[in-house]
């Protein structure tokens, strides 16, 4: 069985009962799971809006970060049994959930560091940019350098 049940990015809502769901395995001991929302400001400045964009090649980017943190927390220990994220592209609100990411595993360590793992590296290398839109009229990238 493939350990990556979920992957993705979606212009509607992301449910996170579907990500948690997705990576539920009889297997497992422990899953974790991170949900990220659109907050209300940014460095101390006030947040209006924001809108995610990613490149054609994020979602096979995203597969590939999680296929080698499955690898990587797995040879520590108890395997990791099933990963999943889902990200958001397109505009958001405030309190919007932004990514989930979960990770399921034969323990609660393996769990939590792979999900943390998986969210870390996705946001680093996954071809995805915020433009952030602030309420005093400015506006920035995030993630496009």
């Known amino acids: 069985m493939d350990a990556i049940s979920l992957v993705g990015l979606r212009e509607t809502p992301i449910s996170v009962e579907e990500v948690v769901a997705a990576v539920g395995d009889p297997r497992a001991g422990g899953t974790a799971f991170f949900v990220g929302t659109v907050r209300d400001h940014d460095h101390g400045r006030a947040v209006a809006r924001l809108a995610y964009s990613a490149h ?3 979602e096979s980017e ?4 999680m296929e080698r943190v499955v690898a990587d927390v797995s040879g520590g220990g108890s395997p990791v ?3 999943a994220a889902l990200h958001r592209v397109g505009d958001l609100e405030i309190g919007d959930t932004a990514v989930v990411a979960a990770a399921a595993a ?3 360590d393996e769990a939590f560091d792979a999900c943390r793992r998986l969210i870390d590296d996705l ?3 996954v071809p995805i ?3 952030q ?3 005093d009229g400015a506006a920035e990238w995030v993630g496009a350098e």
């Open 123 to 125: 946001k680093a290398e």
């Open 106 to 108: 034969g323990h609660r």
């Open 56 to 58: 054609p090649r994020a």
């Open 133 to 135: 839109e602030f309420t």
């Open 81 to 83: 049994r099933r990963v």
């Open 62 to 65: 995203m597969r590939r970060v």
């Open 129 to 131: 940019w915020k433009h």
